[in-house]
């Protein structure tokens, strides 16, 4: 009788590891990459800051009020990390740096001169991307 009353919660868990095994195949794993940015001659005035701008969503798709405010560890250095979703290894990344007012998003900033900066995502080591005014 003992063996009966564990066969029956051990045959329910079984059933339930194999529904979710079936239902597996349509699971979506997210995941992300980050990368650390770094902005060298960033020489600001009190108001504002340097933010970076690129072609992802994290980054603001070129719009520089959704841009992402950058630390500065050491003036004139900016330097922050930003996670991207569902990026692959291998997929590159177009950014700038941007000088912004931090109260006015809308005002216009100063970007880094042309051409682009791009990054290339990877797992490991972490892509560090460096940018200069």
Same mark, same amino acid.
């Given at each position: ?7 029956? #919660?051990?045959? !329910?868990? *079984? @059933? ?10 349509? &699971? /979506? ?34 719009? #520089?009020?959704? !841009?992402? *405010? @950058?630390k500065n560890p050491g003036h004139p250095t900016w330097s922050g990390r &930003? /996670?991207?979703k569902n990026v692959k290894p291998g997929d590159t990344l177009e950014w ?25 995502? !990877? ?5 560090q991307a460096v940018g200069t005014f």
């Amino acid at each position: 009788m003992l063996r009966i009353h564990y066969l029956l #919660p051990l045959s !329910a868990l *079984l @059933l339930a590891i194999l529904s979710a095994a079936n239902a597996g195949q349509n &699971v /979506q794993i997210e995941y992300f990459l980050n990368v650390s940015f770094t902005c060298h001659n960033g020489h600001t005035k009190p108001g504002y800051s340097v933010f970076i701008s690129g072609s992802r969503p994290e980054l603001g798709n070129w719009d #520089p009020s959704k !841009a992402v *405010l @950058l630390k500065n560890p050491g003036h004139p250095t900016w330097s922050g990390r &930003v /996670q991207f979703k569902n990026v692959k290894p291998g997929d590159t990344l177009e950014w700038k740096c941007i000088i912004r007012n931090e109260k006015d998003p809308l005002e216009k900033p100063q970007w880094q001169p042309d051409p682009d900066n791009q990054v290339t995502f !990877a797992f490991s080591p972490e892509p560090q991307a460096v940018g200069t005014f």
